[in-house]
């Protein structure tokens, strides 16, 4: 019959299209680059960037995760801002500040600053914005930024109705007195949960504020964007705030679309639906890298990933020779290569590179499986006999899945026995918390320009207790570096206690990861900074 | 006929409560702590217990679960911890996106897979009737997620046709996503077809018919097919079972928020509220379902209505 004849050429057709088509993959559709070379910026346009989920909410006081700060970076400012060009902080709110100790902290705002809904910021919206996160009926996330602030243990804990430790001096100078001396305080307060917030706008919207998808009259900050409409699971839309006190933004405005799919993200992006992707789906960078030739932007993060040893327990309790025999048996640049695609610097310690911090003649560990032998015999394992099998515990996802692999097989060439333990994040994240693994991946990031806050929580003795590691030296150092006013003087401080640290090896040091972004041809302006955040009011489109 | 209604409905009762007992029991049984996630490298105990305070996590068991109770009187289903806001705005937002989602699936299953189980048939001996039966096992042994990253490639990126992903664009942003659903499934309805049409047509009064020498394509299409076309529409019910395990992975590829992406974030993220909420609709969306099925059915076949009501004279009024 003839219509069965054109049925069986339909299908064959079907097959051949499919085939014609999957063959082209990832050659076609590269947008030229235009660079930037002397171009002035121009106003206007909407950047289009992808959002993995929506945020948990628009209130300054959810910022502890990724997604709220994208956003949230945008819409609210704060009293000081980081500048990593020079790793020092720069004004926003504030102007100038003293600092006493670096625990008494006045600061004299910019006056005829404006709120989004054209109210004037004043020293006391500060303060009330600083004692809301404590407040405990806030339940802030980000309570930390300012938990070493006078009083906040009582405020916290419903003790007192306000923060002592805070002080409206007169309208536009606001002073902060800390329980213990910190250096890291003023980087804190440049973390978008410090932001100022409008107490009338806030107390009216009562539980509204804190929810996904809140109205825009709601979330009223002061930044260079202003939310313009927030559809929950779909869009995000912010715009230019035309009265910002600052360098006004390039674009007219945002528009971030969430999309929880990587591999999703990168096929809007291929269809020209998106203009800046900040995730690139594993397994796929290096390719990402030939598709775009000079579209993506490689930024070292300040983090540091490592293997956690608990060294209370048995094997690694009293053994340093047997943690410092891992640190040998692993070869870092293989591992950056088959679990980062090459994105990662290899870790010689603790502190990243581009901190002030951070030590270039460390002793470190380098890949020696033949130190890492002898190391094994002296611990008292020789081959590894009588060692009871290692349990390298992580939190399932497929980075992580592809690194613990990697791990355990390089230790097991050098004869230690390692198995394998993967658990759901809210799982491990509360048995990481209560240091009840034997062997861990964990990743600290830097939230400050100061090493303090990744050295003290992580191997000060009131600290986290992840490993257990205990040193009064160490502790003596930390604690010394916290008063000194000189940054010269602390720097000196912690590479003392970062080499005390690593000579006793309470962790397997892996990698700093690097990041990839990758922007469509015509954007420019995007500066990356190793905390991870791309601040997006200095983009433009060119052309 | 009433009476049996008012029964099934008082039956659900005990069922929801049970739903409701269970899912509240998730909260405290499930592993793992939201607020240390949320927390990430800042836990401090006083952070800690107002976070939990906050979310409403600190609530004993019976609490939870009076509460939750006494919310359904009143057409509440929570509030979530993670969105902050109401549980029935949070399922009302994904329920059609879903519903679209299904349909075109339905839509694109029937359309495909009978046609082609049809054809299947009544080409059986020649190369044709192989070929398509052939490629009815390819497509369905295909990976889902597969099918679906190749169609979002091809017919989004490369042709441009569709929406790549997202729900801007009305129906035309469903047709991929109801493709990648609908088209593995309607190998499996294809081949049903194909079965059952097979066995019609060698019954006597196909025969009979082509014997009397009516047009062979009127036999097929008004005996044959009403015929075989029977186990194929009981078989629907199923299908919309594997749609749903389908959602979860077509919603994530082609960024739709439905049902699928919301169990599956709430799962991941341990939102208690938003599953208890979704179990307890979809219990009392079964239930429903299933009564609404048995009464047509006593419509249609007084037979069953004898079995399913025990009351064959309630049946007529």
């Known amino acids: 019959m003839r219509r069965n004849k054109k049925l069986i050429l339909f299908v064959f057709a079907c097959f051949l299209f499919f085939a014609f088509f999957s063959t082209g993959c990832g050659s076609s559709n590269v947008t030229g680059v235009t660079t930037a070379g002397g171009q002035q910026p121009k106003n206007g346009g909407i950047l289009r960037y992808p959002l993995l989920d929506d945020p948990i909410s628009l209130d300054p006081a959810n910022f502890n995760e990724e997604l709220g700060i994208e956003v949230g970076k945008e819409i609210y400012d704060g009293l000081v801002e980081l500048d990593f060009d020079k790793n020092v902080i720069v004004p926003a709110h504030a102007e100038k500040w003293d600092i006493k100790d670096n625990r008494v902290f006045t600061f004299y705002l910019r006056p005829g600053t404006k709120f989004h809904n054209g109210k004037e910021v004043t020293a006391e919206d500060f303060r009330y914005s600083f004692d809301r996160l404590l407040d405990p009926d806030t339940g802030a996330t980000v309570a930390w930024i300012l938990e070493n602030v006078k009083g906040a243990a009582a405020r916290m804990s419903g003790k007192t109705e306000d923060t002592e430790g805070i002080k409206v001096i007169d309208k536009y100078t606001l002073q902060i007195t800390l329980e213990n001396p910190s250096p890291s305080f003023l980087s804190w307060l440049a973390h978008p949960g410090a932001a100022v917030v409008d107490r009338e706008t806030v107390e009216k919207a009562g539980k509204d504020f804190k929810a996904t998808g809140a109205r825009p009259d709601i979330v009223v900050g002061t930044g260079p964007f202003k939310l313009s409409r927030w559809i929950p699971k779909n869009v995000i839309k912010i715009v230019r705030n035309e009265e910002y006190y600052g360098r006004k933004a390039y674009l007219d405005g945002v528009d971030f679309k969430i999309i929880p799919d990587t591999t999703t993200i990168l096929n809007e992006f291929r269809a020209g639906n998106l203009d800046f992707i900040d995730h690139i789906p594993p397994g796929q960078k290096s390719l990402v890298e030939k598709e775009f030739p000079g579209q993506v932007i490689r930024n070292t993060i300040w983090n540091i990933e490592f293997i956690g040893l608990n060294v209370s327990k048995p094997p690694f309790k009293d053994n340093v020779k047997l943690r410092q025999a891992l640190n040998y048996a692993i070869d870092r640049d293989g591992i950056i290569r088959v679990v980062l695609e090459g994105n990662g610097v290899p870790a010689k310690g603790v502190l990243p590179p581009g901190m002030a911090e951070y030590n270039e003649n460390l002793r470190g560990y380098t890949y020696d499986p033949a130190k890492a032998s002898a190391f094994l015999a002296e611990a008292g394992y020789p081959g590894g006999r009588g060692l009871p099998p290692l349990e390298l515990a992580y939190n399932v996802r497929e980075q992580n899945q592809k690194l613990a692999e990697a791990v355990q097989a390089q230790l097991q060439e050098v004869g230690f026995p390692t198995k394998l333990k993967g658990m759901p994040l809210p799982v491990y994240q509360r048995e990481v918390g209560a240091g009840a693994l034997s062997m861990f991946r964990l990743a600290w990031s830097a939230d400050s320009l100061d090493a303090g806050c990744i050295l003290k929580p992580l191997f000060g003795s009131k600290a986290e207790n992840f490993f257990h590691y205990k040193n009064p030296e160490v502790d003596r150092l930390l604690d010394k570096a916290q008063s000194v006013a000189e940054q010269g003087e602390r720097i000196k401080l912690y590479r003392q206690a970062e080499q005390i640290i690593v000579d006793e090896a309470p962790a397997i040091w892996l990698f700093h990861p690097v990041n990839l972004y990758l922007k469509a041809g015509n954007i420019q302006g995007v500066q990356t900074n190793p905390m991870d955040i791309v601040p997006l009011s200095s983009i433009w489109i060119s052309g | ?317």
């Open chain 2, 1 to 317: 006929m009433v009476r049996f209604i008012v029964k099934r409905l008082l039956a659900l009762i005990p069922i929801l409560l049970g739903i409701s007992f269970v899912s509240s029991m998730l909260f405290y049984i499930v592993p793992g702590d939201i607020v240390t996630v949320m927390l990430g490298q800042h836990v401090d105990p006083l952070t800690y217990a107002n976070v939990r305070k906050a979310l409403g996590l600190d609530l004993p068991f019976w609490e939870n679960f009076i509460r939750f109770i006494q919310g359904v009187f009143c057409g509440d289903l929570g509030y979530s911890y993670i969105q902050q806001r109401p549980v029935n705005q949070i399922i009302l937002e994904a329920v059609p996106v879903s519903v679209k989602m299904g349909i075109m699936a339905l839509l694109i299953n029937i359309i495909v897979g009978i046609p082609a189980g049809i054809l299947a048939a009544i080409n059986d001996k020649r190369i044709s009737g192989r070929v398509l039966n052939s490629s009815s096992i390819i497509i369905f042994s295909f990976p889902a997620f597969i099918a679906a990253m190749f169609m979002q490639l091809i017919l989004g990126v490369k042709l441009g046709w569709f929406p790549v992903s997202g729900s801007e664009k009305g129906m035309l942003s469903y047709v991929l996503p109801g493709l990648a659903l609908g088209l593995p499934l309607s190998a499996v309805n294809a081949r049903l077809a194909r079965a059952s049409m097979l066995e019609v047509m060698t019954q006597e009064y196909i025969i009979s018919a082509i014997s009397r020498g009516l047009p062979y394509r009127r036999v097929i299409i008004k005996h044959g097919l009403r015929n075989a076309l029977i186990p194929v529409l009981t078989n629907f019910g199923m299908f919309v079972g594997a749609f749903m395990s389908g959602f979860v992975l077509t919603e994530t590829v082609f960024n739709l928020p439905g049902m699928g992406r919301l169990v599956f974030s709430a799962i991941n993220a341990r939102d208690f509220p938003v599953l208890r909420g979704i179990l307890f609709i979809s219990a009392l969306f079964a239930v429903l379902t299933n009564l609404l099925v048995d009464l047509i059915y006593a419509r249609l076949d007084p037979r069953i209505a004898t079995v399913i009501v025990g009351e064959n004279t309630d049946a007529a009024g």
